[in-house]
């Protein structure tokens, strides 16, 4: 295992850049918090490159400076399971271009367990320590043992990816592992996207209070934010959703009957103190932004079960078709593209093959079946 560098000044950063432009595949791969800290952000960011492992410091230097390196489409950056990384990226405005995704080629080679140590283990005999997997890495100084986890973690892949990668091609299932990484990589940064505008309207409840309910549950929830990120501290440790929505249920009267409310939670002051305020700014109007997020359109009763229909005609073909082929049902149609074919009836050859996700090779090879199954009946 290399001996890991840490970069933590502009002149390091450069000198990694430089690295970067002269090799032909690097590994990535980034660490958020860890332990229910509040708000999610990038920590650590380990690149394994050319034989060298560095361990990038994003509070002391600007990790956009790798944007040129990283964007790249002509080299690829291989991940273990991009979703997260691709988020901590998104909310750091870093772009990241072709990805070779260790964990989506194991899923689809259908591979029954896909985390690296299970990997590492059965392609390469290795044994892996995730002991520090769950640490706070936004804590400083990195001792010598964090510096070793992090520097195996950004190795591994490479050598999984020298694995699987024939396999894949063997398989012919290419196309389908780039398609379904570059679509969890958009979908992680249009998620980091909408999280930095109050997540209220995503709660079940939402939907059923009136006006003046919606106007208070958003102002107690970003209320919750603000101490959360106080704390660096989860809101939901704090004050679980479930009991915020029975919070909001009703907006109280004044501060007397809002600890009332709160019970056993009004012994947190600052909590108390939050919610106080919070119901000050309870009129607050609802940006726009948050209220169409909030009354997105839902398909009436008789649609959703048509939808249900689709999905299980989907299902199980896929099933069937999985089994043909030898290759894992995620190979054949991703849940998340099934429920999206499902939920629009007798899509043509050309929307077929324009929904996010569904990639050249799929369109080619099922389009037409995809048709057939989607018309209502």
């Known amino acids: 295992m290399s001996e890991p560098v840490l970069v933590d000044t502009p002149d390091a950063l450069e000198q990694l850049c430089t690295d970067l432009a002269r090799v032909p595949i690097a590994c990535i791969d980034a660490e958020g918090p860890g332990q229910g800290a509040f708000p999610d952000r990038l920590c650590l960011l380990v690149i394994s490159a050319g034989g060298a492992v560095s361990v990038v410091d994003p509070f002391r230097v600007d990790v956009r400076r790798l944007a040129p390196e990283f964007s790249r489409h002509d080299r690829p950056l291989v991940v273990h399971d991009v979703a997260y990384d691709a988020r901590l990226f998104g909310l750091s405005r870093l772009p990241i271009g072709l990805v070779h995704d260790t964990a989506v080629a194991a899923s689809m080679l259908g591979k029954p367990k896909t985390g690296l140590a299970s990997l590492a283990l059965e392609l390469l005999g290795v044994t892996v320590d995730k002991s520090l997997q769950s640490s706070a890495w936004a804590r400083r100084p990195l001792d010598a043992?964090?510096?070793?986890?992090?520097?195996?973690?950004?190795?591994?892949?490479?050598?999984?990816?020298?694995?699987?990668?024939?396999?894949?091609?063997?398989?012919?299932?290419?196309?389908?592992?780039?398609?379904?990484?570059?679509?969890?990589?958009?979908?992680?940064?249009?998620?980091?996207?909408?999280?930095?505008?109050?997540?209220?309207?995503?709660?079940?409840?939402?939907?059923?209070?009136?006006?003046?309910?919606?106007?208070?549950?958003?102002?107690?929830?970003?209320?919750?934010?603000?101490?959360?990120?106080?704390?660096?501290?989860?809101?939901?440790?704090?004050?679980?959703?479930?009991?915020?929505?029975?919070?909001?249920?009703?907006?109280?009267?004044?501060?007397?009957?809002l600890r009332q409310m709160l019970q056993g939670r009004a012994k947190d002051a600052a909590l108390v103190a939050a919610l106080q305020q919070a119901l000050a700014c309870a009129d607050d109007a609802i940006p726009e932004a948050e209220r169409e997020q909030l009354e997105a359109a839902l398909p009436s009763g008789t649609e959703r079960e048509r939808g249900k229909q689709r999905r299980k005609r989907l299902n199980d073909w896929r099933g069937v078709e999985s089994r043909t082929r030898g290759v894992s049902e995620l190979a054949i149609l991703p849940g998340h593209l099934a429920d999206r074919l499902s939920a629009i009836p007798n899509l043509g050859l050309v929307e077929v093959a324009a929904i996010a996700g569904m990639g050249t090779r799929r369109a080619e090879r099922y389009g037409s079946v995809l048709m057939g199954l989607l018309e209502d009946r």
């Open 145 to 257: 043992r964090a510096m070793a986890y992090l520097a195996g973690d950004a190795e591994l892949p490479l050598a999984v990816h020298a694995v699987l990668w024939p396999a894949l091609q063997e398989a012919d299932l290419l196309d389908e592992v780039l398609t379904e990484t570059a679509y969890r990589i958009n979908k992680a940064y249009a998620d980091a996207e909408t999280s930095k505008i109050p997540g209220w309207w995503k709660l079940t409840s939402a939907r059923g209070l009136s006006d003046r309910g919606r106007r208070w549950l958003r102002s107690a929830w970003i209320a919750r934010d603000a101490l959360a990120r106080k704390r660096d501290r989860a809101p939901a440790l704090f004050l679980p959703n479930d009991e915020l929505e029975a919070l909001c249920r009703r907006v109280p009267s004044d501060a007397h009957e």
